[in-house]
């Protein structure tokens, strides 16, 4: 079942520890189920291309989708392309997740395999689009990245969904506020949004319509150039239920 227009769910979170469950769904992942509208067992196909389609770690988001009343799949590149058309796949589904890790890999390798194509199609069909780390600055123009190394450098070749940067873990990282500022600031990147751990970017087409939260105290920005200089402006943060207080 789509949503009833284009969405995107960009986050700094999504995934906890669980309690018998290595992982389990944090209320960041559950929103991005819940924008979809669907109705019985949730359909979540996961892209896990910026951590390299760990199977590990997919059989553990298996584990936590199954305790949460989800059936997830899983779109591979590696080591080849796991379905013969990523569009129908991705259409057979409710909600896409996309994991954090390389956002540089992730954006090479999705349009190497007309991935960035299927998406698009997903998106503007109503599949809720949401992920985590890598998984939302690609839904961007672009952000900070440690693809490259341990010294943050700006990605500016995302897929351009909806017009602007993205700034994540802005309140773990101590590179990431100061950089994604001064890269707004000289015009590297558009005005944007960041999030703290634990916080997510509602957007509905091209819209920034709400930030939310799945951990008390945690925040959201808007961050502007002003002449030479980035303005941030702290936006007012919706408390997810079933959040950690």
Same mark, same amino acid.
């Given at each position: 079942?789509?949503? %009833? ?8 979170? *999504? ?12 209320? @960041? ?7 979809? *509208?669907a109705t ?9 291309? /910026? ?17 949460? =009343?989800v059936?997830v799949?899983?779109?591979n ?7 013969e ?13 996309? !994991? ?7 954006? #090479?390798?999705?349009?190497?395999? !007309?991935?960035?194509? #299927?998406?698009?199609a /997903? ?5 809720? @689009? /949401? ?11 672009? &952000?900070?990245? %440690?693809?490259?190394?341990? $010294? ?34 000289? =015009?590297?990147?558009?005005? !944007?949004?960041?999030t703290? $751990?634990g ?16 951990? #008390? &105290?945690? =925040? ?6 002003? !002449?030479?200089?980035a ?7 919706? @408390? ?5 207080r």
């Amino acid at each position: 079942m789509p949503a %009833d227009e284009p969405t995107i769910l960009a986050t700094s979170g *999504g995934l906890r520890f669980g309690s018998r469950t290595r992982f389990e769904f944090a209320p @960041l992942l559950r929103y991005a189920l819940e924008l979809s *509208g669907a109705t019985g067992r949730p359909r979540l196909c996961v892209l896990d291309t /910026a951590g390299g389609d760990q199977r590990w770690f997919q059989a553990f988001f298996a584990e936590a989708g199954e305790a949460a =009343g989800v059936s997830v799949g899983f779109l591979n590149v590696f080591p080849m392309p796991n379905v013969e058309d990523p569009t129908a796949y991705l259409l057979d589904h409710d909600a896409v997740w996309v !994991g954090g890790g390389s956002v540089a890999n992730l954006l #090479a390798l999705w349009r190497l395999h !007309g991935y960035d194509a #299927a998406l698009t199609a /997903a998106w503007r069909a109503g599949v809720v @689009l /949401a992920g985590v780390s890598a998984g939302s600055i690609c839904w961007h123009v672009g &952000g900070t990245t %440690d693809s490259f190394g341990p $010294d943050l450098r700006p990605v500016t070749d995302g897929l351009a969904f909806v017009p602007y940067s993205n700034g994540v873990h802005y309140d773990s990282e101590s590179q990431r506020r100061p950089l994604y500022q001064r890269l707004i600031g000289e =015009g590297a990147l558009p005005d !944007g949004f960041a999030t703290d $751990d634990g916080a997510g970017l509602l957007y509905r087409s091209v819209t920034m319509v709400e930030a939310v939260s799945e951990m #008390a &105290g945690k =925040g959201a920005y808007s961050v502007r150039r002003q !002449g030479s200089q980035a303005v941030e402006e702290r936006l007012e943060v919706r @408390l997810l239920p079933g959040s950690s207080r």
